[in-house]
């Protein structure tokens, strides 16, 4: 799914308008029919809505909603500033709202007189996308009172006070419990700093024109299950072990050995043909006991000091692999040798990071998988995680890699300069030997013939996909990096069913 800019969200709809005979008031209707249908569904408990709106076309969308809540039976409060200049489809909204003597209308203060009872949601259409500044004056006010409210709370379209394409930093911005955004997904929604303030996201389809969206190009794009279908390749029945490549995992030191054997697993379960794991010899019994599916490569002896790698696999390398001086000695040796595209994670990263020229070692179309500290030692120092991603698109196009940034929403960045964010996944995942897994997944579908994009867009949608299954058995706090990898085969039984489903 593409991520549009402001602007172009704007010409969107007013393409729409253009070329389907459909007016900005029918548009502005169609929006707020989606979110009373998801209201309805999903706020059966309450029955009093407070309705903040602005005077633009997001508390025109406002209006709407309070109309419809109203007709469908809910007792609803609008809070507004009367007195402001209304955009035209707000105003005709607006004047519409009054004459239905059953909704009270209320300036904007007199909230602070409201009683917000246990069964009152609220609802925020103060501003839209089209926000230019911070909030100020009686809408900062505002906005901190409702904050303070324990009520649920439900933004339309964006929580206001925040930008959909950048950060404002220390802004005032509606901290909402769900967005309900209209057909795209905003930038800002994916993001830590900005992100934290969406809540759940629900997209509502308001049938915007699919020439316009698929004519309009994007260099920001979210992982959709569309996307991981038209990627996921089902197992032919005729196939065999030589089918699905040779995975190499090159990890594991003395104290460190269970990330590779995380990795080795990882590996395993995804798919692979063959799957060998290159470790020291002080964890052999471990590795051979715990992964006896896995062929045993000794690499040294309490940490790994010779990289033998093979022309027919594909090698994952990094989990628990240690910084020790031989190991990362041999490690560069490998690197300036080795043309191949590798998986490179953790430690091997640290290792590469020691100095500015490792960098160009990274053979072209390699997957590198740094969390933000990493990507700091490697790249350095970001103000925030918007202008991250701009460095890490100028890197994956100027070393010609792949970066899999990994985050709450780990994002994917091609040589091209696009970036995908993943939208599966939850804090379950904030373990150790989370990473470790990932690292066996993408060298895993590497090997079996995904394209290096292919192999890093299906990897992180699966392994966050497979955290919400053991996160729904164990919770979310209680889940482990095993449980994680157990539940694999639900993601592909889910894959291939949907995959069945669209033949």
């Given at each position: 799914m593409k991520i549009f800019t402001t602007e172009q969200?704007?010409?969107?709809?007013?393409?729409?308008?253009?070329?389907?005979?459909?007016?900005?008031?029918?548009?502005?209707?169609?929006?707020?029919?989606?979110?009373?249908?998801?209201?309805?569904?999903?706020?059966?408990?309450?029955?009093?809505?407070?309705?903040?709106?602005?005077?633009?076309?997001?508390?025109?969308?406002?209006?709407?909603?309070?109309?419809?809540?109203?007709?469908?039976?809910?007792?609803?409060?609008?809070?507004?500033?009367?007195?402001?200049?209304?955009?035209?489809?707000?105003?005709?909204?607006?004047?519409?709202?009054?004459?239905?003597?059953?909704?009270?209308?209320?300036?904007?203060?007199?909230?602070?007189?409201?009683?917000?009872?246990?069964?009152?949601?609220?609802?925020?259409?103060?501003?839209?996308?089209?926000?230019?500044?911070?909030?100020?004056?009686?809408?900062?006010?505002?906005?901190?009172?409702?904050?303070?409210?324990?009520?649920?709370?439900?933004?339309?379209?964006?929580?206001?006070?925040?930008?959909?394409?950048?950060i404002l930093e220390d802004s005032t911005v509606f901290k909402a419990d769900y967005t309900l955004s209209f057909q795209f997904w905003k930038k800002s929604f994916l993001h830590p700093e900005t992100g934290k303030y969406t809540g759940k996201i629900e997209i509502l389809?308001?049938?915007?024109?699919?020439?316009?969206?698929?004519?309009?190009?994007?260099?920001?794009?979210?992982?959709?299950?569309e996307m991981v279908e038209n990627i996921f390749?089902?197992?032919?029945?005729?196939?065999?072990?030589?089918?699905?490549?040779?995975?190499?995992?090159?990890?594991?030191?003395?104290?460190?050995?269970?990330?590779?054997?995380?990795?080795?697993?990882?590996?395993?379960?995804?798919?692979?043909?063959?799957?060998?794991?290159?470790?020291?010899?002080?964890?052999?019994?471990?590795?051979?006991?715990?992964?006896?599916e896995a062929m045993f490569i000794e690499g040294g002896d309490d940490y790994i000091e010779n990289f033998k790698v093979e022309e027919?696999?594909?090698?994952?390398?990094?989990?628990?692999?240690?910084?020790?001086?031989?190991?990362?000695?041999?490690?560069?040796?490998?690197?300036?040798?080795?043309?191949k595209p590798l998986i490179i994670d953790a430690d091997a990263l640290n290792i590469i990071s020691k100095d500015k020229k490792n960098l160009n070692f990274i053979p072209k179309k390699s997957i590198i998988t740094p969390h933000p500290k990493e990507f700091e030692r490697l790249f350095g120092t970001s103000k925030n995680s918007f202008e991250r991603i701009e460095k890490a698109r100028k890197k994956a196009e100027e070393l010609e890699i792949y970066i899999v940034l990994k985050d709450h929403h780990t994002q994917v960045i091609t040589p091209e300069g696009n970036v995908f964010y993943n939208i599966t996944g939850n804090s379950g995942l904030a373990k150790g030997g989370s990473g470790d897994i990932l690292t066996g997944i993408l060298t895993s579908f590497l090997a079996q013939k995904y394209s290096e994009e292919e192999a890093a867009l299906l990897g992180v949608w699966f392994h966050g996909k497979a955290a919400e299954f053991a996160s729904e058995k164990y919770s979310k706090e209680a889940v482990i990096p095993t449980d994680v990898i157990n539940e694999f085969g639900s993601v592909f039984e889910e894959l291939n069913s949907k995959v069945s489903q669209s033949l």
């Open positions: 969200i704007r010409k969107c709809d007013q393409y729409t308008i253009t070329y389907e005979s459909v007016s900005s008031l029918q548009l502005m209707e169609r929006s707020a029919q989606s979110c009373v249908d998801w209201i309805s569904e999903n706020c059966k408990n309450h029955r009093n809505f407070a309705i903040f709106c602005g005077n633009g076309n997001n508390g025109g969308d406002g209006f709407v909603i309070a109309k419809m809540l109203y007709m469908k039976g809910f007792d609803v409060d609008v809070f507004t500033n009367s007195k402001a200049k209304f955009s035209a489809d707000a105003n005709t909204n607006f004047k519409e709202l009054k004459e239905i003597s059953g909704v009270a209308i209320n300036n904007f203060k007199e909230a602070e007189l409201y009683r917000f009872d246990n069964r009152t949601v609220i609802i925020d259409a103060i501003f839209g996308t089209g926000l230019s500044r911070k909030l100020d004056g009686e809408f900062k006010d505002l906005i901190d009172f409702l904050n303070s409210k324990n009520n649920p709370k439900i933004s339309i379209d964006i929580p206001s006070g925040l930008f959909a394409d950048d389809n308001i049938n915007l024109n699919k020439d316009y969206i698929s004519e309009t190009g994007s260099e920001n794009f979210v992982i959709g299950e390749k089902p197992r032919d029945d005729f196939s065999h072990k030589g089918t699905f490549g040779n995975a190499l995992i090159a990890g594991g030191s003395y104290g460190k050995i269970g990330a590779g054997v995380l990795s080795t697993k990882a590996a395993l379960r995804s798919g692979a043909g063959l799957t060998f794991t290159l470790a020291p010899k002080c964890g052999y019994e471990i590795l051979q006991t715990s992964c006896p027919n696999v594909v090698c994952g390398i990094g989990p628990g692999l240690g910084t020790d001086e031989k190991t990362a000695e041999n490690f560069l040796k490998f690197l300036k040798e080795y043309s």
